[in-house]
């Protein structure tokens, strides 16, 4: 229980110290400090960053971005994620179920930034049959932190 409390408690701030994060769960700081390096080292803390928001650096477009392939084969898969793997505005990438073969979370300035990477970039994959992009009018919810009540029973 008091590993969840940490993991909890560095989802919502990963800057508070030691001593802040033993307090949250129950523990003193040794013991507290070992867990939170046990974590990183087992895999299930990766890393540490800073939310940035986007707006305020000028991203004021979010695209999903459906993507279909002339084929659903290996070689034109790896083709398709080799692509766009290093492109910064894509910001996500999953592989789909359904008619769709990717769906890519994109973030950029304006819509003529976007019109650039659909035109210049994302027709010009091998492979590439279909892109169809929805516009994200607002952002009602967004959290990078992981429930974890199902591991509390």
Request: aromatic letters at 6%.
């Amino acid at each position: 229980m008091a590993s969840l409390r940490i993991l909890e408690a560095l989802q919502q701030n990963a800057e508070l110290s030691t001593a802040e994060l033993a307090a949250h769960a129950h523990l003193s700081a040794s013991p507290c400090w070992r867990r939170v390096a046990d974590m990183r080292e087992k895999g299930v803390i990766r890393g540490s960053v800073a939310l940035v928001d986007p707006v305020s650096l000028g991203l004021l477009v979010n695209v999903f971005v459906h993507v279909t392939l002339e084929k659903q084969e290996k070689k034109t898969l790896k083709t398709f994620t080799d692509a766009i793997r290093n492109r910064p505005e894509i910001m996500e990438c999953y592989l789909m179920t359904g008619s769709e073969d990717f769906m890519l979370r994109v973030v950029v300035e304006d819509l003529l930034r976007y019109q650039d990477l659909v035109m210049n970039f994302l027709t010009q994959i091998p492979g590439v049959a279909n892109i169809r992009s929805s516009f994200a009018l607002d952002q009602v919810k967004y959290t990078t932190a992981l429930p974890t009540n199902h591991l509390k029973t």
